[in-house]
C-alpha cells in the first residue's frame, strides 16, 4: 500500500458521529445488491480499508447474500492519492462477466465512499487503471456514478455520456455540461437524464432547472416524440436560483433532444394536462424541439477546446510529447503529496465516523415500464 492523502469532504453522507456503515454484497441470484449494516472498529484509515474490504469477502454460512469478490479476483491493496483513492486488484478481474463486473464495481465505491476523506475512486487492475470493452479508461467514480431502479434485478449495465444542460449565473443562457453515468439497461433514459438535471449542476455558476419537489410521473416516445408528465410541483420556481421560464424549459429539452438518439421533440404535461402555462409563460401544448440559439459556450470548455486545436496544428513535436507532459504531471502531483502527507494522522482519526448510506439494495435495476 502506498500512503498519500486523500482531499476532505467525502462522497458519503452520513453525519460524523455515526457508526453505522453499509457494506455492500450480491443478492443470492448475483442480479442486484445487497445492503448489511456493519460498525466497524478500525480508527485509522489504513484499519478502515483493511477492515471494510474484509468485510466484503466474507459472508456468513448461512447468509441469503454472497460476496461481490469472486474467488478468483484478489484486491490487492490501495493508494491514496490527491483527487481519488486507487484501489487495485489482481489481473483476474477481467475474466468476470459484465453483471459481475458491474456490480463489484458499484459495492466498492458504494461502501468505500462512505470513509470521510473519499472523494473519488479509481479502480485498478495489476497497477494499471481499469478500461472498458472498448479499451477507455473507466474515469473516478463515487456512489453517484451508479444509477438503478432500487428494486430488482438487472439484465446489463451500461455506462452513457449524458449530455445536459443548465440555466448560466442570470438565467438567461444554457451552459452545457457532459456527465458519465452508469444505468441498468432497465432504466428509460430519458428518466436518467430527468433525474441528473433534478440533482443539479456539478458547477455553482448554474442554476437549478427545475422544483426540487417536482415528480416524473410518466414517460413515453412514439414517433420520436417523447411526452412527459410532471406533478404539479414541477409548474412551481425553485425556491432558489431561479432561471427565466425558457431556459429553464430548454435545458430540460436540450438536453434530451441531444442525448437520446430517439427523440426529436418533447412534450411535457403537469398532471396529464397541457393546457397550462409553465411558470405563467409558456403555453405546453406544443412540441418543444432542440433551440441551439440558447447555448450558451462555456469560456473554460473555450479554452480548453482552443488550446487542443493549436495543440493539433503544432508541427515538429515528437509524438511523446503529451505522455511526457502526463508524466510530468504526476510527478509534481506525488511531490504535492509528499509534502501534504504529514497532516494525514489529523485526518485519518476522522475515518472512524460516520458513512453515507447509499439507499437502494441494487446497484442493478428492475424493469421500469414508463
Same mark, same amino acid.
Not at 431502479?149 to 444554457?174: A, C, H, M, R
Not at 433525474?195 to 455553482?204: F, I, K, N, R, T
Not at 405563467?280 to 440558447?294: C, G, M, Q, R
Not at 493539433?312 to 508524466?327: F, H, I, L, R, Y
Given at each position: 500500500?502506498? $500512503?498519500?492523502?486523500?482531499?476532505?469532504?467525502?462522497?458519503?453522507?452520513?453525519?460524523?458521529?455515526?457508526?453505522?456503515?453499509?457494506?455492500?454484497?450480491?443478492?443470492?441470484?448475483?442480479?442486484?445488491?445487497?445492503?448489511?449494516?456493519?460498525?466497524? $472498529? $478500525?480508527?485509522?484509515?489504513?484499519?478502515?480499508?483493511?477492515?471494510?474490504? *474484509?468485510?466484503?469477502?466474507?459472508?456468513?454460512?448461512?447468509?441469503?447474500?454472497?460476496?461481490?469478490?469472486?474467488?478468483?479476483?484478489?484486491?490487492?491493496?490501495?493508494?491514496?492519492?490527491?483527487?481519488?483513492?486507487?484501489?487495485?486488484?489482481?489481473?483476474?478481474?477481467?475474466?468476470?462477466?459484465?453483471?459481475?463486473?458491474?456490480?463489484?464495481? &458499484?459495492?466498492?465505491?458504494?461502501?468505500?465512499?462512505? #470513509?470521510?476523506?473519499?472523494?473519488?475512486?479509481?479502480?485498478?487492475?495489476?497497477?494499471?487503471?481499469?478500461?472498458?470493452?472498448?479499451?477507455?479508461?473507466?474515469?473516478?467514480?463515487?456512489?453517484?456514478?451508479? #444509477?438503478?431502479?432500487?428494486?430488482?434485478?438487472?439484465?446489463?449495465?451500461?455506462?452513457?455520456?449524458?449530455?445536459?444542460?443548465?440555466?448560466?449565473?442570470?438565467?438567461?443562457?444554457?451552459?452545457?455540461?457532459?456527465?458519465?453515468?452508469?444505468?441498468?439497461?432497465?432504466?428509460?433514459? +430519458?428518466?436518467?437524464?430527468? =433525474?441528473?438535471?433534478? %440533482?443539479?449542476?456539478?458547477?455553482?455558476?448554474?442554476? $437549478?432547472?427545475? !422544483?426540487?419537489? %417536482?415528480?416524473?410521473?410518466?414517460?413515453?416516445?412514439?414517433?420520436?416524440?417523447?411526452?412527459?408528465?410532471?406533478? =404539479?410541483?414541477?409548474?412551481?420556481?425553485?425556491?432558489?436560483?431561479?432561471? /427565466? *421560464?425558457?431556459?429553464?424549459?430548454? &435545458?430540460?429539452?436540450?438536453?434530451?433532444?441531444?442525448?437520446?438518439?430517439?427523440?426529436?421533440? +418533447?412534450?411535457?404535461?403537469?398532471?396529464? /394536462?397541457?393546457?397550462?402555462?409553465?411558470?405563467?409563460?409558456?403555453?405546453?401544448?406544443?412540441?418543444?424541439?432542440? !433551440?441551439?440559439?440558447? #447555448?450558451?459556450?462555456?469560456?473554460?470548455?473555450?479554452?480548453?477546446?482552443?488550446?487542443?486545436?493549436?495543440?493539433? =496544428?503544432?508541427?515538429?513535436?515528437?509524438?511523446?510529447?503529451?505522455?511526457?507532459?502526463?508524466?510530468?504531471?504526476?510527478?509534481?502531483? #506525488? &511531490?504535492?503529496?509528499?509534502?501534504?502527507?504529514?497532516?494525514?494522522?489529523?485526518? %485519518?482519526?476522522?475515518?472512524?465516523?460516520?458513512?453515507?448510506?447509499?439507499?437502494?439494495?441494487?446497484?442493478?435495476?428492475?424493469?421500469?415500464?414508463?
Amino acid at each position: 500500500m502506498i $500512503a498519500a492523502l486523500l482531499l476532505l469532504g467525502g462522497c458519503g453522507k452520513k453525519e460524523e458521529d455515526s457508526t453505522s456503515y453499509t457494506i455492500y454484497y450480491k443478492n443470492s441470484s448475483g442480479t442486484s445488491l445487497y445492503e448489511v449494516s456493519y460498525s466497524p $472498529a $478500525a480508527e485509522t484509515f489504513d484499519e478502515m480499508m483493511t477492515e471494510l474490504m *474484509a468485510q466484503m469477502s466474507t459472508v456468513p454460512e448461512d447468509a441469503v447474500y454472497t460476496s461481490v469478490l469472486p474467488e478468483t479476483v484478489s484486491y490487492q491493496g490501495y493508494e491514496r492519492g490527491i483527487d481519488a483513492l486507487r484501489i487495485d486488484f489482481s489481473g483476474e478481474y477481467y475474466e468476470m462477466d459484465n453483471i459481475t463486473e458491474v456490480l463489484l464495481r &458499484a459495492a466498492v465505491v458504494k461502501t468505500i465512499c462512505q #470513509i470521510p476523506g473519499v472523494t473519488k475512486i479509481i479502480l485498478t487492475v495489476d497497477s494499471e487503471q481499469l478500461v472498458d470493452g472498448n479499451g477507455e479508461l473507466v474515469a473516478a467514480m463515487d456512489s453517484e456514478s451508479f #444509477i438503478d431502479t432500487k428494486n430488482g434485478g438487472i439484465n446489463s449495465y451500461q455506462t452513457t455520456s449524458l449530455v445536459l444542460y443548465f440555466p448560466n449565473e442570470d438565467g438567461t443562457k444554457l451552459l452545457k455540461e457532459v456527465r458519465n453515468v452508469d444505468y441498468s439497461s432497465n432504466m428509460v433514459l +430519458v428518466r436518467v437524464i430527468l =433525474e441528473q438535471l433534478m %440533482a443539479g449542476s456539478d458547477y455553482s455558476n448554474r442554476k $437549478a432547472v427545475m !422544483n426540487s419537489s %417536482a415528480e416524473i410521473l410518466d414517460i413515453t416516445t412514439k414517433n420520436g416524440i417523447c411526452t412527459i408528465n410532471f406533478s =404539479e410541483e414541477f409548474n412551481q420556481q425553485p425556491t432558489e436560483n431561479t432561471p /427565466s *421560464a425558457g431556459a429553464a424549459l430548454y &435545458a430540460i429539452v436540450n438536453s434530451i433532444c441531444e442525448t437520446a438518439d430517439d427523440v426529436d421533440g +418533447v412534450k411535457i404535461t403537469i398532471e396529464g /394536462s397541457s393546457n397550462v402555462k409553465f411558470w405563467d409563460e409558456i403555453d405546453l401544448s406544443e412540441v418543444f424541439l432542440l !433551440n441551439e440559439s440558447l #447555448i450558451e459556450v462555456d469560456s473554460l470548455e473555450s479554452e480548453t477546446e482552443e488550446a487542443a486545436v493549436q495543440a493539433d =496544428e503544432a508541427e515538429g513535436e515528437p509524438e511523446s510529447t503529451d505522455s511526457d507532459a502526463v508524466v510530468a504531471g504526476a510527478d509534481g502531483a #506525488i &511531490a504535492g503529496v509528499d509534502a501534504y502527507a504529514a497532516e494525514e494522522d489529523g485526518t %485519518a482519526a476522522g475515518a472512524d465516523g460516520a458513512i453515507a448510506g447509499v439507499t437502494g439494495a441494487d446497484a442493478s435495476a428492475e424493469a421500469q415500464t414508463e
